[in-house]
Each structure stands twice: as structure tokens, then as C-alpha cells.
């Protein structure tokens, strides 16, 4: 195994991870034109640049600026119920000339930021929150799901809600906050179902329970997919031999559904391999955030890793039909500038709060050398 360092080793993963993703959509692309795989390949070159230049930041400027990113990306999201371009129903796009741009995406890295941030505040240094000491995350947590889930874009809102709870769980609840909050979110599964959750939406869950229902409307999505997956066995069919994903079988072949077309044509092996690049990203992120002393690295690398988490678990339950499908992309392998940057600045942000380690040794070295 290469003597790497830990920087070397997340930057190796994450580019083995977009080289699968390409050649993935390249494969997919070959019969329908080649347009998605290099719009891909010019997000991706533009994620390994935004990687260089906010790794190249100071640790403090990122702490600094927080709150301010959070309050920009949230300011877009208002103002996409003016400007906003309807995609699929959902309001959840600026169209800059030639290029989409989805703020929600970049929200989740500003709710990490400024939750970060909040939790580092010597102020809220303590070990479980009680209910009144909640209300501040809970609200810079809940208003940005709220204007995600009126565009209305219910996956990504679910995303940033469990990206958001991870944090203020890890921080820690007293008892009778916890019981307070369960209790409101059970009371609220009514008022929800019936005022937030769209009749399209509803059709999917009742779907999810019973495929049967209706094999070719809503459930054919999820049916196909499944069908894709359970076709590539082993060993898979080969590279661009996917007949569900080239005969168009599989919709959203490209972005939602990326890891099907992995799994029928290489395979569970090929599955195998992508999962553990992936959870091996999220392990050396864990491992550089186990690593720092700083308050609001250790909190932000974290939540970079929930985000990549959570990113993960909900795409592939839904391609594999545990959940509803709700619109999640897998990073680095479905197509998408706005998600491949976010996860992009993800990896930068960790990088960046890295140089925490390498400072803190060589004060150390320093130190060890001045009393000897």
C-alpha cells in the first residue's frame, strides 16, 4: 500500500471515484451523443480547481465567513420564488446563460458552515442542549428546508434535514428536549401528509409500498432500476452493453439511476467497488476530523461527512427500491454541476481545515524544542 498522506489518499479516492463516474456516463452517452459526459468532465476539472483554491485558504477565514456564505446561498433560495426556473415541477433553478445552478445543493454546505460555527461559539460549548438552547440551530436548520420544500423539492429537503440532524445529534440533546422534539415531529406527520407532500409525491410512496400498482406509471422508474441491478449479477455485461440503460429503459440512466447502469454492467464487483471508494472518502474524512482539536473543524468535517453520507444511503436505498425515489444523486457519479461542485467543496473544506493538524504539531515541535 503507497506511503501516502492523508490528503493524498482523500484527493486519490475522489479522483478514482470521478473517473468511474465519467467513464460511467461516457458509457451511457455512446449511442445518444457525448454532450452530458463533457459537460461532466468540465465540472469535474472545475471541482479539482475549487478544491485547490479553498484548500489553499486559511482555516480562519473559513470559520470567519461562515454565516456569511449560510445568508448568501439563503438569500438565493428566496429569490428563486422570483427568478427561478421550473424543472419537473420543482423551482429550483437559476439559468445563467448556458449553465443551470441549483443553490440548494450549495445550502447544505452553508447549513454545515454556520451550524459549525454556531456550536464552536464559546458561548454554546456544552455537552447537551436543552430545548431553549436549540431553537437557534434548529432555526438556521429548518428555514432553508422550508424554502427548499416550498419550491417544492422534497428529497432535497429531506437530505438537508438529515445532513443538519446529524450535527445538532452529535452535539448532543438533553432527554426532554428529544422527547419534545419527537413528539412535535410525530404530531406534524398530518398536517404534513396533507399540506406539504404533493399528490405526485404521495403516488410514490404508495408505489414504494406496492410496485404492483402501477408497473408502468409511477412505479416504473423504481421497477426498471431494479431490473438493471439484478440483471448485471456477478460479473456484469460489459461496458456499454447495459441493455436497460442504452435501450433507455432506465430513465434519468445519467443522473439518479448512475449506479444502476453500474450495476448492470459491472456487476455486484463493480458495485462493490464503487461503495467502498465512496465510504472510504467518508472514513478518511472521520479520520482527519478525529484528528484536530479545533472545535469548528472537527464539527464542519463532520458534517462534510454526513453530507457524503447521507448522499450515499439515500441513492442507493432508492435505486435499489428500499425507499421512494425522491431525487438524490450519488456524488461524483450522477451527472450534475451544482451537486459534483458541492461535493467538491466538501473535499476542499476538509483539506483546507487539515492544515489545523499539521500547525498544531509544529507548535508542538516548537515547543518540545524551546524546554529542551
Avoid at 4 to 12: F, Q, V
Avoid at 230 to 239: E, L, R
Amino acid at each position: 500500500m503507497p506511503n501516502l498522506s492523508r490528503r493524498s489518499w482523500l484527493l486519490l479516492l475522489t479522483a478514482l471515484l470521478c473517473f468511474a463516474g465519467l467513464m460511467n456516463l461516457y458509457s451511457i452517452s455512446l449511442l445518444a451523443g457525448l454532450g452530458a459526459f463533457k459537460k461532466q468532465l468540465i465540472w469535474v476539472l472545475a471541482g479539482f480547481l475549487t478544491v485547490a483554491a479553498i484548500s489553499r485558504l486559511r482555516p480562519i477565514t473559513l470559520e470567519n465567513h461562515s454565516v456569511a456564505f449560510y445568508l448568501f446561498f439563503l438569500a438565493l433560495l428566496g429569490l428563486l420564488f422570483v427568478f427561478g426556473k421550473t424543472v419537473s415541477g420543482s423551482r429550483s433553478w437559476f439559468q445563467i446563460g448556458p449553465v443551470s445552478v441549483q443553490p440548494s445543493e450549495f445550502i447544505k454546505i452553508g447549513i454545515i458552515m454556520v451550524l459549525a460555527n454556531y456550536y464552536a461559539s464559546d458561548v454554546a460549548a456544552k455537552e447537551n442542549y436543552n430545548w431553549v438552547e436549540l431553537l437557534k440551530p434548529l432555526a438556521l436548520l429548518l428555514v432553508p428546508t422550508a424554502a427548499v420544500t416550498a419550491q417544492p423539492d422534497m428529497g432535497t429537503a429531506i437530505t438537508i434535514l438529515l445532513i443538519g440532524s446529524s450535527i445538532v445529534l452529535l452535539m448532543g440533546i438533553s432527554r426532554k428536549a428529544l422527547l419534545r422534539i419527537i413528539i412535535i415531529a410525530l404530531i406534524s406527520i398530518v398536517p404534513t401528509w396533507h399540506l406539504l407532500i404533493k399528490d405526485y409525491q404521495k403516488e410514490r410512496i404508495y408505489s414504494f409500498m406496492d410496485t404492483s400498482t402501477d408497473p408502468f406509471g409511477v412505479s416504473y422508474n423504481s421497477i426498471q432500476s431494479q431490473i438493471a441491478i439484478g440483471s448485471g449479477m456477478g460479473f456484469g455485461k460489459g461496458f456499454s452493453l447495459g441493455s436497460q440503460s442504452n435501450l433507455n429503459f432506465l430513465p434519468a440512466h445519467h443522473t439518479d439511476f448512475a449506479f444502476s447502469v453500474i450495476s448492470e454492467e459491472w456487476g455486484f464487483r463493480g458495485s462493490v467497488f464503487i461503495l467502498l471508494l465512496y465510504f472510504s472518502i467518508i472514513l478518511f474524512i472521520l479520520n482527519i476530523a478525529t484528528s484536530l482539536e479545533d472545535r469548528f473543524a472537527i464539527i464542519a468535517c463532520f458534517g462534510i461527512a454526513a453530507m457524503f453520507f447521507w448522499h450515499a444511503v439515500i441513492n442507493i436505498a432508492m435505486v435499489t427500491g428500499l425507499m421512494p425515489i425522491i431525487g438524490t444523486p450519488l456524488f461524483f457519479i450522477s451527472y450534475g454541476g451544482s451537486s459534483t461542485l458541492t461535493a467538491f467543496i466538501g473535499i476542499g473544506i476538509v483539506l483546507c481545515l487539515r492544515k489545523k493538524i499539521n500547525r498544531a504539531r509544529k507548535t508542538q515541535i516548537s515547543v518540545k524544542k524551546t524546554n529542551s
